[in-house]
């Protein structure tokens, strides 16, 4: 089965430090790959997603950064942080989870609450 | 762009009252998604439904995929405080590597 693993669950960082952030897929090749950021509980936000290897879409100008070194390693990044850059950060991938033909849903990580001080 | 209007954005209910939420949108979809998100967890997906007029259920959870294709309805049966969350409706972007989302509906529930 496939599971995704999502680390750490809560960081606090200070203003300027940078930013690593790692997800992990298992029991499947070649996912495509999500970042979320959620802020205040409500309203998900896309900032990156990945179809493969090198393979990067940014959705929103911004402080972040990502990257697809392995097939099923996602990576978010920051060089200096800043205060907004807190919020609760999903990561998701791409699965066959269907109740029947068509589209397929997302299996999200459990998320990383990122407090920056 | 496309964007996907959800109401109501939150609820206050007695635990065993139905409960009724729905997703619009300005542009037509091929798919709908129904999540939950637990407080402090990631969102996990409830149902997904493929054809216009389709009523799918999962346990007391019913959705329906709008005729015109352009919204959809959760129904949840007999509330219990465990259905407490945040219910995002999301459809497929016109590459279907995308998800478009709802804002969301906040559902409290007083046992």
């Known amino acids: 089965s496939q599971t995704i693993h999502q680390w750490p669950a809560t960081l606090v960082q200070p203003v300027g430090s940078p930013l690593s952030l790692e997800c992990t897929v298992e029991g499947t090749s070649n996912p495509n790959l999500y970042w979320y950021r959620q802020a205040a509980g409500r309203g998900l936000q896309l900032l990156f997603y990945s179809v493969g290897i090198g393979q990067i879409s940014s959705e929103v100008p911004q402080n972040l950064s990502a990257s697809r070194p392995q097939d099923r390693q996602f990576i978010l990044s920051s060089k200096k942080l800043l205060l907004s850059d807190s919020g609760f950060y999903l990561c998701a991938w791409r699965g066959d989870l269907t109740w029947g033909e068509g589209f397929y849903g997302y299996t999200f990580g459990s998320g990383t609450r990122l407090t920056v001080v | 762009g496309q964007q996907l209007n959800q109401s109501p954005q939150s609820m206050f209910i007695q635990e065993g009252e139905d409960v009724s939420m729905n997703c619009t949108s300005s542009?037509?979809?091929?798919?709908w998604l129904w999540y939950k998100q637990d407080p402090g967890e990631g969102p996990v997906l409830l149902i997904a439904l493929y054809k216009a007029g389709e009523l799918t259920s999962n346990g007391r959870l019913t959705a329906q995929f709008g005729i015109t294709r352009k919204d959809s309805f959760l129904n949840i049966s007999a509330s219990i405080p465990s259905d407490v969350g945040i219910y995002f409706c999301?459809?497929?972007?016109?590459?279907?590597?995308?998800?478009?989302w709802g804002l969301g509906t906040s559902l409290a529930v007083n046992p």
């Open positions: 542009s037509i979809f091929n798919t």
């Open positions: 999301a459809g497929p972007a016109g590459n279907n590597r995308k998800l478009i």
